[in-house]
């Protein structure tokens, strides 16, 4: 069973940054792709930021063209841990956000398999 538990969340003023990290455990599940999403209110999780490390252990990172040169996501392998920076945040930001992994990356929330709970993202104007 695979287990991915989010933190760093929280309340910031519009252009504050957050760091949010997710940890992933269990069996030897080793994911290949670790991707953010995010969900606010009344709206459809959508992909935020996702890496995917090729057979060679290279990781490619890809973010959504709405969060791009303000977002980065990251990860450290030796600690099966995926971040997300978010910098120059938007009141539009806030929304539950999600980490997922899976052995192939997609857009859509539906493919993936393993979810954490989610961590809160709250900007204010």
């Known amino acids: 069973q695979v287990q991915l538990v989010e933190s760093g969340g929280g309340s910031v003023q519009a252009g504050g940054s957050l760091r949010l990290s997710c940890i992933v455990s269990g069996n030897t599940y080793l994911p290949n792709c670790m991707v953010w999403f995010r969900q606010a209110p009344g709206n459809e999780r959508e992909w935020v930021a996702r890496?995917?490390?090729?057979?060679?252990?290279?990781?490619?990172?890809y973010t959504a063209d709405s969060v791009k040169g303000r977002f980065t996501i990251s990860q450290d392998s030796a600690k099966r841990a995926v971040y997300l920076q978010m910098n120059s945040l938007k009141p539009e930001d806030t929304a539950l956000y999600y980490c997922?992994?899976?052995?192939?990356?997609?857009?859509?929330?539906?493919?993936?398999?393993?979810w954490g709970q989610g961590t809160q993202v709250t900007v204010s104007s």
């Open positions: 890496i995917y490390n090729d057979i060679g252990g290279v990781g490619t990172t």
């Open positions: 997922a992994v899976a052995r192939a990356c997609y857009n859509v929330a539906s493919a993936y398999r393993y």
